[in-house]
């Protein structure tokens, strides 16, 4: 089974960016679609974008235009960029995959000034 690590969390002031990485211990160009979810607090985790093996993306109605995901199949990575962020967007944010495989740690991010 595919693990996948997410790194690249942090704290960050509103308008500012982040750029997250999931990398996955086998390749993925064969793997069908690669997803981000997030979760704050009190919350249920919810799925921020996705990108299939054929580039399609779907984004959420609250990131659109501000969040892009993408993936190097070289690198068995996949990267969600991050720009204006807001303070609602503060939640520890995980990938996966469809079929979906064990969730991994995640990675915080925090934006607050």
């Known amino acids: 089974q595919v693990q996948l690590v997410e790194s690249g969390g942090g704290l960050v002031q509103p308008g500012g960016s982040l750029r997250l990485s999931c990398a996955a211990s086998r390749i993925i160009s064969n793997i069908y679609r690669m997803d981000w979810y997030r979760q704050a607090p009190g919350k249920q985790r919810e799925l921020v974008a996705s990108i299939t093996n054929g580039g399609n993306t779907n984004y959420a109605d609250s990131v659109k235009g501000r969040f892009t995901i993408s993936r190097d199949t070289a690198k068995n990575t996949v990267y969600l960029q991050m720009n204006s962020l807001k303070p609602e967007d503060t939640a520890a944010y995980y990938c996966?995959?469809?079929?979906?495989?064990?969730w991994g740690q995640g990675t915080q991010v925090t934006v607050s000034s």
């Open positions: 996966n995959k469809i079929p979906p495989v064990n």
